[in-house]
């Protein structure tokens, strides 16, 4: 009986100090837009990058075409994907929260994942290893990397409508008038922002539409000075969706919470078109 529980004691410190495995695919949610810049040039993938648990994973192709890898090869026998770089040799074990370099063991946070048949590293750990310099943009929700002497190929370049100030103020805007409520009222408080945009009753920028005083002051948040608070992480999140293209408000260029509204105007001059949540939006 005493050998019995020495074994089974034996046992679990083995699976203690075992590194830990993650499943072999795991549930991603890519709703979170997350953009790429290696030396301030946007780049495009063949997937779109995620965040998991905190960290940002970029499809292994980026590291050699973007970062300048001499190469990266696929290991079927060993399940694990291989890095050469100026006589550094990285594998990276699937499912695995460790890889090693040159040999020696190191720890990899979440490790390397495995995603619709995809294989997805950590930007953070690979791209230093490359000898990279990595910093995370949170008003743009950007990855920004620098390497002297890369230059990323035309095929990778990325092109966007929008600018990194037009997420910052957006941002900011849907953070002040929307806080608690849920992403896709977020959205919506944004839609109407940029619709403004186009119309040509209001100003053509987003930061002209914000702070608009042709009418009075059209956003409370400028009048009582919370458009200048830092916006959460949802609320860039949001801002960079309705920026590419996400819709919920339609045409909406009005919207306002019944609840707390001390102006009637909208719904007494303006046509309804839905409700999320606490606002209602009017064309």
Not at 64 to 76: F, I, K, Q, T
Not at 148 to 164: I, K, L, N
Request: aromatic letters at 12%; glycine letters at 6%; a neutral charge.
């Amino acid at each position: 009986m005493k050998k019995r529980w020495i074994l089974l004691i034996m046992s679990f410190l083995l699976l203690a100090i075992t590194p830990a495995e993650t499943s072999a695919t795991i549930d991603i949610n890519f709703d979170t837009p997350i953009t790429l810049a290696v030396n301030n040039t946007l780049i495009k993938t063949d997937s779109e990058p995620f965040l998991y648990r905190g960290t940002t994973f970029v499809p292994i192709r980026f590291v050699s075409e973007a970062l300048g890898a001499d190469s990266v090869e696929w290991n079927s026998a060993k399940n694990e994907a291989v890095i050469e770089y100026s006589g550094k040799t990285i594998r990276l074990p699937k499912g695995k929260n460790s890889g090693y370099v040159n040999g020696q063991y190191v720890s990899i946070p979440n490790g390397v994942q495995l995603v619709n048949s995809r294989i997805y590293v950590p930007v953070r750990f690979v791209s230093e290893e490359l000898g990279c310099q990595v910093n995370w943009v949170y008003e743009t929700y950007t990855v920004d990397i620098e390497k002297d002497g890369v230059v990323v190929p035309p095929s990778m370049v990325a092109h966007r409508s929008y600018t990194d100030d037009e997420i910052y103020w957006l941002s900011k805007i849907i953070h002040a008038e929307s806080q608690g409520e849920p992403m896709k009222g977020k959205i919506a408080v944004g839609n109407v922002v940029l619709n403004r945009v186009k119309s040509k009753d209001y100003p053509n920028t987003i930061y002209g539409v914000i702070f608009d005083r042709n009418h009075g002051v059209q956003f409370s948040p400028v009048l009582d000075g919370s458009i200048y608070q830092k916006p959460l992480g949802d609320s860039i999140i949001a801002a960079k969706r309705a920026l590419s293209g996400e819709n919920h408000a339609g045409h909406s260029l009005f919207f306002l919470n019944p609840t707390i509204s001390e102006s009637f105007w909208i719904p007494n001059n303006r046509t309804y078109f839905t409700t999320i949540a606490n606002h209602d939006f009017y064309l």
